[in-house]
């Protein structure tokens, strides 16, 4: 007999492991079952798993469960990422600990120890998988460092390279003066600043008594302006196009030009321009042809010498400029207080407001990011995007849901050279080297170089290899195909490339996905997978974004030690709506924890009256109107929740699933059962048993890719060892169940009369022991014909004393409500206080009508619709729906009384 409660920890571990041991996981590369192939987005080494996660992990599960036992050869390729400036961080800071700094071990060591590190503490997550229940096959498992996705990358740089697709360049990147590297926009968090905006004045050349005033947030960045722009069609400044102005403090003349950049209607309309240190400057600098001066050294210091001065990336030397003494060297902020106390002494600052505006700031380092000019690596990453573009636009991917593509095509259709190079020490460093004379030599091995050098010089000679290491994103992008063994040629690349879905979050469709293909279609020739499922964000139960800040957080690991991995994972799958953010709560998950509670019971029920398993049973042999309905059930059931997984409309599955389970089995049809199963009609009853732990079952059959725990352990539980793993089972076919019509429109009008008459109970306070009278009138015959062969049954769960057939009017005090042709007629003027109730009612109405008018007030507001984020305006949206539902509700229920 099972134990009275279901303890998910007891249970969990153990069967996960009975699956790993029986390689329930395993994909064969040899088998003869078309392939299913999912990529797992690999999570950093560095990381713990958090809500975003879980709902990935469960989503790309559920689809890995679903197939497999469809009877596909299904790989879900697990694996993790080497996350380059995150691991290098960590390891950092443990050094740190020591006393010590990277300097302090050489890049060598440094790097043996970050290996170290990865060995002792790198798997976290992959355990944290595990116990949410992932089934991915983890002898295959990955890591970007590995040698061979390693080899993988050389191969893919190289080529890029030698068909001038990468090259070095000087442009503006997000750089982190604390970690001293480039990073990616990922990397920078924008943290909403209270500053200033200081309002400048620049003197004309030609005419200092005339000046024109800039705006800018950073006036210590003015040391390096080159140019101030205005709108082509700004009359106010027509006259100046073409002029220069002297800049202060330095004296450097600069033009004004016309650029569309310039906006009329912010400021004054003139813009400082500083290609250096801005990245839309940079780009002015670069319609205009405009010189750039970089003024800050690496740790964002005023340059100790002198200002840098590039055209068209080349340094000009003639035209290197001293720096003023007063600011050389200075901290930026120390040196921002020094420029505008010597515009001050000026008098060239016009004004300063206060002003609030977002400030980036590394999310490793935590400090202010600097565009700064700077030596790179880059990838050619339009030629790239073209064919990427096409693919989705002749739908060989697509994109679920599909308004996804939009921001993918939007992306793609503006996007600018990759910067694929980081100045850290862990991740896979450039295979490049450098000869005496800086000719660089790209090949995939050190004597590879050597032996190009050699052809070059014509002898020998000494190669310094590049210092940087490759953005991450470049090894996640060849993720697809260097996972299966390309280079190589292996069979693992012709059966799983392309992949059937990728499962990923809408912020990495550009850092990733449009990454792999870009990659995949050059190098493969084809894409990396034929759909992308884009799932919403998991927010706090508000609606808001979760942050370590806001003290929000929800760790999912707490909620799998609290409720269980089940309950957890099909709390998201309930709510992962295409295109509709998550609001988790503890309480929701509380929630669906009760729905395996139920499940439980279910089960002990069925062991309690002794319905067991029979592999010989045939439904087609019922002959018992409840159970040929039931049977019908469970098949229109199994092909929605097919249909829903299919469609990744996962919500769907797990709504369909949770109806079928919670109410149609367990509080209809046991409950219809009970009399059958008391009687003294043997062969009703046995059939009845059969029937039962067939439903039961199914019901753990298609909840298992959704509830993997609880319904292996009732599938052991219920049939014994003899049954086989569950998670082995293939998935169910319903083609031959049984269809009675009449059986199911017989037991649906049961069912809705019944609700019927519960709902209307409800609606006016009837106590719960109460019998009641009950009259029909206007039945058909097939209402007629169920109130004779289950009256018993209907007076018993609708707590009626009586149920009469009727063609007379309702008696005064009357409750009534449409079922059909007929009408449904409660008299409770003998049981409740009628007008009491029509007040409490009248009441309910106006507060719930209130409670509509006044969101209906704000969601008209145009002004908050313009300020407010989607996800509160959609949550109000959400609340009036809700209470305008209540009016509906509550103003059927007062129209339903009689006078």
């Not at 392939?35 to 950093?44: L, Q």
């Not at 199994?638 to 919670?662: K, M, P, S």
């Not at 509509?852 to 609340?879: C, G, I």
């Amino acid at each position: 007999m099972l134990e009275k409660t279901y303890r998910p920890s007891d249970v969990e571990a153990r069967h996960y492991q009975r699956w790993e041991e029986a390689g329930a996981f395993a994909s064969s590369v040899s088998s003869p079952a078309t392939p299913f192939t999912v990529m797992m987005p690999p999570p950093n080494v560095t990381g713990s798993l958090h809500m975003g996660h879980a709902l990935n992990m469960t989503l790309q599960d559920v689809l890995t469960r679903y197939f497999r036992r469809t009877g596909r050869d299904a790989l879900w390729q697990p694996g993790t990422d080497h996350a380059g400036i995150a691991t290098q961080s960590v390891v950092e800071r443990q050094l740190a600990g020591e006393g010590k700094t990277r300097h302090d071990l050489g890049r060598d060591g440094f790097v043996d120890r970050v290996w170290q590190w990865r060995a002792q503490s790198g798997g976290q997550i992959i355990g944290q998988l595990r116990r949410l229940g992932a089934s991915p096959d983890w002898p295959r498992e990955r890591f970007t460092m590995d040698d061979g996705l390693s080899r993988a990358v050389r191969r893919v740089f190289v080529q890029l390279y030698k068909q001038r697709l990468i090259y070095r360049d000087k442009r503006l990147v997000n750089w982190d003066p604390k970690l001293h590297t480039a990073i990616s926009d990922l990397e920078v968090e924008q943290h909403p600043t209270k500053g200033h905006l200081w309002h400048l004045r620049y003197p004309l050349a030609d005419d200092p008594g005339r000046h024109i005033i800039v705006a800018t947030t950073r006036p210590e960045t003015m040391l390096g302006d080159t140019a101030v722009a205005v709108h082509p069609e700004d009359e106010r400044y027509r006259d100046l196009i073409g002029k220069h102005v002297v800049l202060p403090l330095v004296g450097r003349r600069i033009p004004i030009v016309a650029d569309d950049y310039a906006d009329p209607e912010q400021g004054s309309g003139a813009v400082k321009i500083t290609p250096a240190h801005d990245f839309n400057d940079f780009e002015v600098g670069r319609r205009h042809n405009l010189p750039m001066v970089n003024i800050f050294d690496q740790n964002a210091r005023i340059n100790a010498a002198s200002f840098e001065v590039y055209h068209l990336g080349r340094m000009v030397d003639a035209e290197a400029e001293e720096i003023p003494a007063t600011f050389r060297g200075l901290d930026r902020y120390v040196a921002r207080e020094k420029v505008l106390e010597a515009l001050a002494a000026e008098d060239l600052i016009e004004r300063i407001d206060d002003h609030e505006h977002s400030v980036p700031h590394g999310d490793r380092s935590g400090v202010v990011i600097e565009p700064w000019l700077t030596d790179q690596w880059y990838c050619d990453a339009k030629v790239l995007a073209e064919p990427a573009i096409r693919a989705v636009e002749e739908g060989r991917t697509a994109f679920v849901p599909k308004a996804w593509e939009n921001t993918y095509f939007d992306w793609m259709r503006n996007i600018q050279p990759w910067c694929i190079s980081r100045q850290l020490w862990w991740g896979h460093q450039i295979p490049a080297w450098y000869g005496p004379d800086d000719t660089i030599f790209v090949e995939e091995t050190e004597e590879e170089a050597r032996i190009a050098a050699r052809q070059h010089f014509g002898h020998d000679v000494a190669l310094v290899r590049d210092g940087d290491v490759l953005d991450t994103w470049f090894s996640s992008a060849l993720w697809p195909f260097s996972t299966l063994g390309w280079p190589d040629e292996v069979p693992e690349v012709g059966r799983y490339y392309p992949g059937d879905v990728l499962v990923t979050g809408f912020d990495i469709i550009f850092f990733w996905v449009a990454r792999m293909m870009m990659m995949g279609l050059h190098f493969m020739d084809d894409v990396p997978f034929r759909t992308v499922y884009i799932h919403a964000l998991v927010r706090d139960e508000r609606g808001q974004k979760m942050s370590k800040s806001k003290g929000n957080v929800i760790d999912p690991l707490e909620l799998i030690d609290a409720y269980g991995a089940d309950a957890l994972r099909f709390t998201l799958l309930s709510m992962a709506a295409q295109g509709r953010d998550i609001k988790m709560s503890a309480q929701r998950v509380e929630g669906y924890r009760n729905f395996a509670t139920k499940l439980w019971n279910a089960a002990r029920y069925c062991q309690m009256n002794d319905c067991k398993p029979d592999e010989d049973f045939d439904p087609a042999t019922c002959r018992l109107t409840a159970n040929r309905w039931i049977m019908g059930e469970v098949a229109e059931t199994g092909r929605r929740v097919a249909e829903a997984i299919e469609a990744y409309r996962f919500n769907e599955a797990a709504g369909a699933l949770y109806q079928f389970t919670w109410a149609t089995f367990c509080d209809w049809y046991l409950e219809f059962t009970k009399p059958i199963l008391a009687g003294d009609d043997a062969a009703a009853a046995a059939e009845t048993r059969a029937a039962t732990a067939w439903v039961l079952d199914q019901i753990l059959n298609l909840l298992n890719p959704l509830m993997p725990f609880v319904t292996e352990e009732l599938w052991e539980a219920l049939g014994g060892h003899n049954r086989g793993l569950l998670i082995n089972r293939s998935w169910p076919d319903y083609a031959d169940a049984p269809d009675d019509a009449d059986a199911a429109a017989e037991m649906d009008w049961v069912v809705r009369l019944i609700s019927t008459v519960r709902t209307v109970r409800s609606e006016m306070n009837v106590p719960p022991a109460a019998q009641v009278p009950l009259l029909l009138k206007d039945a058909d015959a097939v209402g007629t014909a169920c109130l004779e062969r289950h009256g018993d049954l209907i007076r018993r769960l609708a707590r009626l004393s009586s149920l009469t057939v009727t063609e007379d009017a309702a008696p005064p005090g009357s409750a009534q409500a449409v079922l059909g042709s007929a009408t449904v007629i409660l008299p409770l003027a003998d049981v409740i206080d009628l007008g009491q109730e029509r007040a409490r009612l009248g009441r309910e109405i106006a507060k719930a009508q209130a409670e509509v008018d006044k969101l209906d007030k704000k969601l008209s507001n145009q002004q908050f619709l313009a300020k407010a984020p989607e996800e509160v305006v959609a949550e109000q949206r959400e609340r009036r729906d809700d209470h305008a539902a209540t009016v509906e509700r509550l103003q059927a229920a007062l129209a339903s009384v009689a006078e």
